[in-house]
């Protein structure tokens, strides 16, 4: 109960000084962030990764993944850069921009819709070994995002950086022909 006031505390704290003029910007995006990390709860919920015979060969893939949203209000996410992989070596990353933002219901979940050109940092044939872990981990990811949106329209413009989210569930598909 006390966490939860307190979110909702900074949260409103975080919103009034976004919306003020940009010296506090950095406050409150780092605000939003150290919330959405006190919550405990990760904003991903899961990947779906879909290899074809040319990641072989271009060493990129698409992934499609799941977003939550811990807050009372909806979010609108409309470009993510993410660092991905095992034991803190980077095997995927992606800077992705939708071409129409994801909207995410309060204390709701919505899937991100194909994300393509997701880099293989260490190149396809190394990164078959992580296959069958099943997970990876976030190493890092920035989102771009408005709060407080209406059906993905107008809201405030946040950026959240530098969350991280351990073990989250990852599917393969083989999509060979
Ligand atoms: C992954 O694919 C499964 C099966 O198609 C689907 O049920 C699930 O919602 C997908 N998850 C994500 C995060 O896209
Ligand atoms: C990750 O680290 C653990 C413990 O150090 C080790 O057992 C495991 O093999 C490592 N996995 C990979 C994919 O590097
Ligand atoms: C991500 O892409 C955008 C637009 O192409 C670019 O402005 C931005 O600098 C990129 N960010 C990173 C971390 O590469
Ligand atoms: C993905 O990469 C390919 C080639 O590397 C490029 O032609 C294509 O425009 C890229 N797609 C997006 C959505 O960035
Ligand atoms: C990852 O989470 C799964 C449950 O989703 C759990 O069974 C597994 O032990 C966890 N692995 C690590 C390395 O934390």
């Known amino acids: 109960m006390a966490r939860l006031s307190s979110l909702f505390f900074g949260l409103l704290a975080a919103l009034l ?5 940009a010296p506090s910007a950095l406050e409150s995006r780092d605000l939003l962030g150290e919330i959405i990390d ?3 709860i990760g ?3 899961g990947i779906n990764a879909t290899i074809t015979l040319e990641t072989l060969v271009d060493n990129q893939l698409s992934i499609t993944f799941g977003a939550q949203n811990p807050l009372i209000f909806e979010l609108t996410l409309d470009s993510v ?3 991905a992989g095992i034991n803190g070596t980077e095997y995927a990353t992606f800077n992705h921009t939708f071409t129409k933002g994801v909207v995410v219901p309060p204390l709701g979940t919505a899937n991100s819709g194909i994300v393509p050109n997701v ?3 260490q190149g396809a044939i190394n990164s078959l070994a992580i296959i069958p872990l099943g997970y990876l981990d976030i190493l890092n990811i920035d989102i771009h995002l408005r ?6 329209a107008l809201g405030i ?3 959240i950086t530098g969350l ?5 569930t990852t599917t393969y598909t083989l999509a060979l022909s």
């Open 157 to 159: 413009p946040l950026t």
């Open 119 to 121: 880099t293989l940092t």
């Open 38 to 40: 006190a919550l405990g």
């Open 17 to 21: 000084v976004s919306a003020a003029p």
């Open 147 to 152: 709060a407080l949106t209406i059906d993905g």
């Open 164 to 168: 991280h989210q351990k073990n989250v």
């Open 43 to 45: 904003l991903v919920t």
């Open 81 to 83: 850069v993410s660092s």
